[in-house]
C-alpha cells in the first residue's frame, strides 16, 4: 500500500496514538517552519495573524491564574505572563514541551509546563480564571465534548474558554491553499475525520471535523455561554501561506473559527 489520505473511521486508540506520535515526531520542523512567524512571546490566534494584544478575547488577565491547553511552545503563555497572568501551559507532547522549556529559557519569561491530555486533564477542579488555545488539542482529539467538559470543570465560575480551530467550512475542500481549494469536494456533514496513513495503512495523522452546530452544541452541553464566533478575515496586504491557508482562499471565505465563551456565574 502507499501512504496516503483519506476521510475514514478510525478507533479512539488509533487516533489517539496517532496524535501522541505525530506531534513527538513533528515539533522539531512544527518550529522551524511556524516558530518565526509565532514568535517566542505572543498569543497569535490563527494564520490571519489576529493577536491578543489587539483582539482583547480573553478580557482582562492580570493577577490571573491561565490555563493554555494544547500550548505547542506556549509563545501564548509566555505573553501572559508579561500582561500579569500566572500562565500554566498544558501539551499531551514531550516533543513540543521541549520546545516550550527551551524558550522558557531563553526569553526568561516562564509559563509553568505540565504534560498531559486534554481529554482528562491532570488538574484541580475550579482553579483557572481562563482558559485558552490556538489549534492546540480539540482539532486532534476524537471525543471534543469532553474537553469542552473537562475545561469546564477546571474553570472558576465566570471564567473564559477561547478556542481557535480551522473554521468548519474549510471541511469541504481540498487541503490545498491555491486554486485545487477552492472547490467543493467534500460533504461538510461528514463527520469521518481526516487521515494520513503509511505504507501499512497506520494511520499516522488524524484531524478530527465537526460541524459550526456540533461546536455550539458541544459548549452548551458542557454548561458554556457562546459570547461570539470570530471569523477572522484575510487581512489586506498579508501573504504568508500557512498549510491551506492563504490569500488567494483568505479573500473569499473564513479559514478560523474563534469560540468565546464563559462559564456561567451560577450554573
Ligand atoms: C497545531 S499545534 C498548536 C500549538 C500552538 N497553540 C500554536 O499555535 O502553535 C497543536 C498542539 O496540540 C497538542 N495536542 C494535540 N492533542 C492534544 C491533547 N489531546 N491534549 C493536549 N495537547 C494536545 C499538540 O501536541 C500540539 O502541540
Not at 22 to 43: C, K, N, P, R, T
Not at 116 to 138: I, K, M, N, R
Not at 235 to 246: A, F, Y
Amino acid at each position: 500500500m502507499e501512504p496516503g489520505v483519506t476521510r475514514n473511521h478510525v478507533s479512539v486508540a488509533e487516533a489517539s496514538r496517532a496524535n501522541r506520535r505525530w506531534w513527538d515526531a513533528d515539533a522539531d520542523s512544527y518550529q522551524a517552519e511556524h516558530g518565526a512567524f509565532l514568535g517566542d512571546v505572543d498569543l497569535l490566534w490563527c494564520p490571519e495573524g489576529v493577536r491578543e494584544a489587539t483582539a482583547g478575547l480573553l478580557g482582562a488577565v492580570e493577577g490571573r491564574r491561565t490555563l493554555e491547553v494544547g500550548c505547542g511552545s506556549a509563545a501564548g503563555s509566555r505573553w501572559l505572563v508579561t500582561q500579569g497572568a500566572r500562565a500554566v501551559a498544558l501539551d499531551l507532547s514531550a516533543g513540543m514541551l521541549r520546545h516550550a522549556s527551551r524558550l522558557n529559557e531563553k526569553t526568561g519569561i516562564r509559563a509553568q509546563l505540565v504534560q498531559g491530555d486534554a481529554s482528562a486533564l491532570p488538574l484541580v477542579a475550579e482553579s483557572f480564571d481562563v482558559a485558552f488555545t490556538a489549534f492546540g488539542a480539540v482539532p486532534f482529539v476524537s471525543d471534543s465534548a469532553r474537553v469542552m467538559r473537562e475545561v469546564y470543570r477546571v474553570l472558576r465560575p465566570g471564567g473564559r474558554w477561547v478556542f481557535s480551530v480551522t473554521h468548519p467550512m474549510r471541511w469541504i475542500f481540498l487541503d490545498d491553499p491555491g486554486e485545487g481549494g477552492l472547490v467543493a469536494v467534500h460533504s461538510y456533514f461528514d463527520r469521518r475525520p481526516y487521515v494520513e496513513h503509511d505504507e501499512h495503512g497506520v494511520p499516522t495523522y488524524v484531524e478530527q471535523h465537526r460541524t459550526l452546530g456540533d461546536r455550539i452544541r458541544e459548549l452548551v452541553a458542557a454548561g458554556f455561554t457562546v459570547l461570539d464566533v470570530v471569523e477572522p478575515e484575510w487581512p489586506e496586504g498579508h501573504d504568508r501561506i500557512w498549510g491551506q491557508w492563504s490569500p488567494l482562499r483568505g479573500r473569499l471565505f473564513p479559514g478560523t473559527a474563534i469560540f468565546v465563551t464563559r462559564k456561567p456565574i451560577s450554573p
